[in-house]
């Protein structure tokens, strides 16, 4: 039985002052039957650790360099954000992939850092509008997992989020047959490439414009695992409402 997580990505927003929203958060869930990650900017990291402690709420990176030190001005490694007490590591998002440029290959090599520093990658992929209204959907998710995830993938280190790029903080929304026929294919790809044990462990999320309103039916998708949720992780009682979602599709 795959564990339900409900992760937050807060991009490039929160200030010291926005960290009680972690307190809220524990607070609203102290026996939470599912997994809950907030992944604040890098500033944050370290507060963020010490601020759930005693908390339900374990913290992740948002990205990190493929080594592990180095001359490598403003980025972080993965042992500096194990060193900081992350549990997880957000690698290929798709804004990472636009904006940053980086291709399958250097995410499927952020992953093997993430790896190698003990933590848990939780790798997105997904297609564009324009290659979904191309009819290329399964294509681009195929090449995808292909080249991005690496050979060493487990249940224990993989965590895989689908997110349609045209959703994220859009407001659009796949259809639930959308969403059904993407998560069904990235499980049977994963079992064929991995094998049926580690096929059928790793945690699939879908992520891209997931509130309170749309996730209780997201929930009910066989092969949805969670969300990775952007502008909702924001706010404690944004979020808490998609946790509790979560939770009652778990009972």
């Not at 900017?41 to 992740?60: C, E, H, M, Q």
């Not at 309170?212 to 502008?231: C, E, M, Q, W, Y």
Request: with cysteine; glycine share 10%.
């Amino acid at each position: 039985m795959r564990r339900k997580m409900a992760a937050g990505n807060w991009k490039m927003n929160g200030l010291r002052a926005q960290l009680g929203e972690l307190d809220d958060l524990g607070s609203a869930h102290p026996n939470a039957s599912c997994d809950i990650v907030i992944c604040p900017p890098a500033t944050l990291v370290a507060p963020a650790v010490a601020r759930t402690k005693d908390s339900t709420v374990s913290i992740g990176g948002q990205d990190c360099h493929t080594q592990v030190k180095g001359a490598h001005t403003g980025d972080v490694s993965a042992p500096m954000l194990a060193d900081a007490g992350v549990t997880y590591i957000i690698t290929g998002h798709s804004e990472r992939r636009q904006d940053h440029h980086e291709t399958d290959d250097d995410v499927s090599a952020k992953t093997q850092a993430v790896w190698a520093a003990g933590l848990t990658s939780i790798l997105c992929i997904g297609e564009s509008k324009a290659q979904r209204e191309a009819d290329e959907t399964l294509d681009v998710i195929a090449r995808q997992l292909a080249a991005s995830v690496p050979q060493d993938a487990s249940a224990d280190n993989l965590v895989i989020a689908y997110e349609p790029i045209w959703a994220i903080g859009t407001g659009l929304v796949p259809t639930p047959e959308q969403i059904d026929e993407v998560h069904k294919f990235m499980r049977a790809t994963l079992q064929d490439r991995f094998g049926d044990q580690i096929g059928n462990g790793i945690r699939l999320l879908y992520g891209g414009s997931v509130n309170a309103g749309n996730a209780s039916t997201i929930f009910t998708i066989a092969d949805v695992d969670g969300a990775l949720v952007g502008g909702a992780s924001l706010k404690s009682s944004d979020f808490s409402q998609i946790i509790s979602a979560l939770e009652h599709s778990n009972a």
